[in-house]
């Protein structure tokens, strides 16, 4: 039996052993993973386990974008290679490119020196018609003389005649001298009556033949010597006779040649004449210059009829936007109060921000509302499209067409023309034409920039958009000071116009542009940000309201700028309360800002506060939306492309989210939450619809 208990004792107690060494192995692991909890607790997050395959993951996602590069940087390199090898292939081309290059600079050279021919060809020209008009003297000369000698040729004939008829009575009867002298006498009656034509040296020869034939004793004589000194001047005549027609010939054709010639320089001076009224008409120096260069301008965009209107006077501006509010929902436009009043509101501040722009998703009415607003408060309205070329002002106004002479100007452009008020004022580089009545500078015109980011902001509105701030510090009645603010069109140079066209846009032209934001468009720049309200237009969701009631417009309903000025406040009329509590809002706001390096100044805080002062709304909580409105359109913008998770970001989003939270605006804080989950921060717009429709539109929203 004691054999048998000594095994069992060992055995039990090798059990204990074994069982203590477990709890013992048990309870040190547990005390090791506590440890190990707290440890791994006081750990940073990114030495953990997680985080490690987090950088590991993201470490070959850049390894894999790295990979990528590389194989863009050699495709780039095989592209350098092709262009190179393209460059040896095409050398000759280029060569040949350059040599036309040249062969052209030495075309224009030659067309300079034709032009110059052309002067000189035109000088030749007037010495040529003095010496055709010499030359047609001489002709006329020459056939005055012609027809002389043909008259003595006939006479000195006849002459000759009557003279070998005396010859002859005198060898057959020359006896009776007094009969002989009688025949001669009859012959030289008969000579003095065919020679009363003869010019004055033949009437002396006929005096000389007189006093001869009285001559008795020498009459036969005489009369032989003086037949043989007709026979030689009849031989001489016809000489100069033939020569004379020679010469005619020669002149004959010479006067042909000069009237082809003449024809050819009538010609010449013909297209000369044309060339020169074209340069007349290029430079402006033309009869019409002046009417023509800016006759398309002083075209109307709106026609007379639109200066028949009423007054919308006897309504007021919280009326008025009641009115605009049921018009647009009878034309099944849905937009909140907050926005109309927004939009309202922005229009008003144009001192300090003479743009407002509405931006968001493409659908969301972001056109039809200044269209429908126009319509329903009794503003004339142009669209105008913005094309992707757009790069300079000329594209909103128009150009000089220096070809035509004419300044081809936009409806944009002849609108303005309208709503100047100072159209009639001198020495402003144009005058008005005569019974020229189109102007509307009493009512307000609204300008819509359609799609304006779909070229850059900066190249075609950016000059014009600070010429429009600069009327915030000049008197308007004052010329030299207004023309600060007044827009420079080239318009070319007339008569008794200067080149210049200077128009002034007065605060009667209101400008909205709207925006979509996707890859076709350009971001607004700071300075554009810094100087316009920007409205977002979010997703609204399912927006199922009330089926509301037809709203007529009154028609010919206007509004008078003079009604309209009446509207708009000074910051400086706020009171001093709300001006504490609004500046401590900004300052808050202000250094908010300032942690993300994008502070802003007078101009921003001066917006604010005239933003308050012109807010139309008469609830208690007016002052707390407008500020929430000026958050969303002129600070939240400014954290675009920023990363929330950016420590001074993250700090200055909270702190715009407190000043939020302080003005109740729960909507806004909230949008702030879900933008700031992203990796980037663009800010999409906060759907306000359902501060008034919120049991009529689904849980969704932006």
Request: hydrophobic share 35%; with cysteine; charged share 30%.
């Amino acid at each position: 039996m004691n054999d048998m208990l000594l095994p069992y004792l060992f055995g039990t107690l090798t059990t204990g052993v074994i069982l203590f060494l477990s709890v013992f192995n048990y309870l040190r692991g547990k005390q090791e993973r506590l440890l190990y909890e707290a440890e791994r607790a006081k750990l940073p997050s990114a030495v953990r386990l997680e985080k490690l395959e987090e950088l590991r993951r993201q470490s070959e996602e850049e390894f894999l974008q790295i990979n990528k590069q590389l194989s863009a940087a050699r495709s780039l390199l095989d592209e350098k290679e092709e262009s190179q090898r393209w460059l040896e292939e095409n050398r000759d081309k280029l060569l040949q490119l350059k040599a036309d290059r040249e062969q052209q600079e030495s075309i224009r050279k030659t067309l300079e020196t034709t032009e110059a021919r052309i002067e000189s060809a035109q000088s030749k020209l007037q010495d040529l018609n003095v010496e055709v008009a010499k030359q047609v003297a001489q002709i006329e000369h020459w056939n005055q003389q012609k027809q002389q000698v043909e008259k003595e040729l006939k006479d000195t004939r006849n002459e000759k005649a009557a003279l070998r008829e005396a010859l002859e009575s005198l060898e057959n009867d020359i006896q009776p001298l007094r009969n002989t002298l009688a025949g001669i006498n009859q012959s030289i009656e008969a000579k003095n009556e065919e020679m009363r034509l003869v010019s004055a040296q033949m009437q002396n020869r006929v005096s000389q033949y007189e006093d001869q034939i009285q001559q008795n004793k020498e009459l036969y004589e005489r009369a032989e010597s003086r037949l043989g000194e007709i026979t030689d001047e009849m031989a001489g005549v016809k000489t100069e006779l033939e020569t004379l027609r020679d010469q005619r010939s020669t002149v004959s054709a010479d006067v042909h040649a000069l009237e082809r010639e003449k024809v050819a320089l009538e010609d010449l001076i013909k297209n000369l004449r044309s060339d020169w009224n074209t340069v007349l008409r290029l430079t402006g120096q033309d009869e019409d210059a002046d009417h023509r260069r800016t006759q398309e301008l002083w075209s109307p965009y709106f026609s007379n009829r639109a200066r028949d209107f009423d007054l919308l006077s006897d309504t007021t501006e919280l009326e008025l936007l009641t009115n605009t509010s049921r018009y647009l929902e009878s034309e099944q436009l849905y937009f909140p109060q907050r926005v109309l009043y927004a939009f309202h509101t922005s229009l008003k501040v144009t001192d300090i921000s003479p743009l407002v722009v509405l931006a968001g998703i493409s659908g969301t009415g972001k056109s039809e509302l200044p269209r429908r607003y126009a319509d329903a408060m009794g503003i004339h309205f142009l669209n105008v499209a913005v094309q992707p070329r757009w790069d300079s002002p000329q594209d909103m106004f128009g150009f000089f067409n220096y070809l035509e002479s004419r300044y081809r100007a936009t409806e944009l452009g002849r609108a303005l023309v309208q709503m100047d008020p100072y159209y009639t004022e001198e020495n402003r580089g144009w005058a008005a034409p005569e019974d020229w009545d189109n102007s509307l500078s009493s009512q307000l015109l609204l300008v819509l920039l359609d799609e304006m980011n779909l070229a850059r902001v900066e190249y075609y509105f950016s000059e014009f958009l600070s010429r429009l701030e600069t009327r915030r510090g000049i008197d308007v009645n004052d010329p030299q000071s207004r023309k600060k603010a007044e827009i420079g069109l080239e318009v070319g140079s007339g008569r008794s116009t200067a080149p210049i066209m200077q128009l002034f846009v007065d605060r009667n032209v209101l400008f909205v542009g709207t925006m979509n934001e996707d890859e076709t468009t350009q971001a607004l720049s700071d300075k554009v940000v810094d100087r316009a309200n920007v409205l977002r237009f979010g997703r609204p969701g399912n927006v199922v309201p009330d089926k509301a009631a037809k709203f007529t417009l009154e028609p010919n309903k206007r509004l008078s700028y003079h009604d309209w000025q009446s509207w708009c406040k000074s910051s400086n009329e706020v009171s001093d309360d709300v001006r504490l509590t609004v500046n401590q809002y900004v300052d808050r706001l202000d250094n908010a800002m300032a942690k993300i390096k994008r502070p802003f100044g007078f101009r921003t805080r001066n917006g604010i506060l005239s933003y308050v002062a012109n807010y139309p709304s008469q609830d208690a909580d007016a002052i707390e939306d407008a500020v929430a409105d000026q958050i969303e359109q002129k600070i939240l913008p400014k954290f675009r492309g920023l990363d929330p998770r950016d420590h001074d970001t993250k700090a200055a989003l909270g702190m715009v989210r407190s000043v939020l939270s302080d003005l109740g605006d729960a909507l806004l804080v909230e949008a702030i939450d879900r933008t700031a989950k992203e990796s980037q921060f663009i800010w999409l717009g906060v759907n306000r619809f359902s501060e008034e429709l919120g049991h009529n539109i689904s849980s969704a929203s932006l």
